[in-house]
């Protein structure tokens, strides 16, 4: 167990529609990355929010987005779905202070099904 | 895109070391090698890393060649538990920076 969590375990939604997943860091990381991951592939990365503010994003169009709150849960918000948006998202918590610890914690993930 | 390259399949018997290998022959000077595994339908979970020397913890061995152009995770006795995707990543800053995943291999422990 990481200590990250995210909701909801699993979605269902329709083209076109717009989706939120959650996701509460380990405590005392202020560090977030979301990830989507299709179906036999590696996770890819998304976009990665520290303090409060975006921090780097790969190649997702703009209708993906994110927020960070101050206690550094985080959103990722999905508008205008596409059948290929079907995927497991994850998130990630990280403390970039830390010299023991240099890596990611994942979540468990959601999983994304677009209909 | 990936910069690692990892068979795609292996097996283990039950008991037995676990030799995953990982070639990555454009890694930069300050490149540390990561290694996750994702046990079916949960998130990654990190195994170990390292930037030059070899280096142990509880779950595992990571040997890097002197040349730092492949690494090999090893697994001392492999369980079923331990059947999982395994990825090879390489990266500055793991905590800091994204993780670029390839495919990795599946790891499958036989009885």
């Known amino acids: 167990e990481t200590g990250v969590t995210q909701s909801p375990t699993h979605l269902i939604k329709t083209r076109g529609q717009q989706v939120t997943l959650r996701c509460s860091s380990q405590s005392g990381h202020n560090t977030v990355s979301w990830y989507q991951q299709a179906l036999g592939q590696g996770p890819q990365f998304i976009f990665q929010y520290y303090r409060e503010e975006e921090n780097g994003r790969g190649n997702f169009p703009p209708r993906f987005s994110g927020l960070q709150f101050p206690n550094y849960s985080s959103e990722l918000n999905v508008n205008a779905l596409e059948l290929d948006d079907s995927a497991l998202y994850l998130c990630?918590?990280?403390?970039?202070?830390?010299?023991?610890?240099?890596?990611?914690?994942f979540g468990p993930g959601t999983r994304l099904t677009v209909l | 895109d990936a910069k690692t390259t990892q068979p795609p399949s292996m097996d283990c018997a039950e008991g037995r070391a676990a030799n995953l290998p990982c070639n990555h022959s454009t890694i930069s000077g300050n490149e540390y090698v990561y290694w996750y595994r994702q046990i079916h339908s949960q998130g990654p979970q990190y195994i170990i890393h390292?930037?030059?020397n070899n280096e142990t913890n509880e779950m595992a061995s990571l040997i890097i060649t002197e040349d730092r152009k492949s690494s090999t995770l090893i697994l001392p006795h492999a369980t079923l538990r331990d059947t999982a995707v395994y990825y090879c990543i390489v990266g500055y800053g793991g905590a800091t920076n994204k993780l670029i995943f390839g495919t990795g291999t599946l790891l499958a422990v036989q009885p």
């Open positions: 390292g930037l030059k």
């Open positions: 990630a918590s990280s403390d970039p202070i830390s010299q023991s610890t240099d890596t990611q914690y």
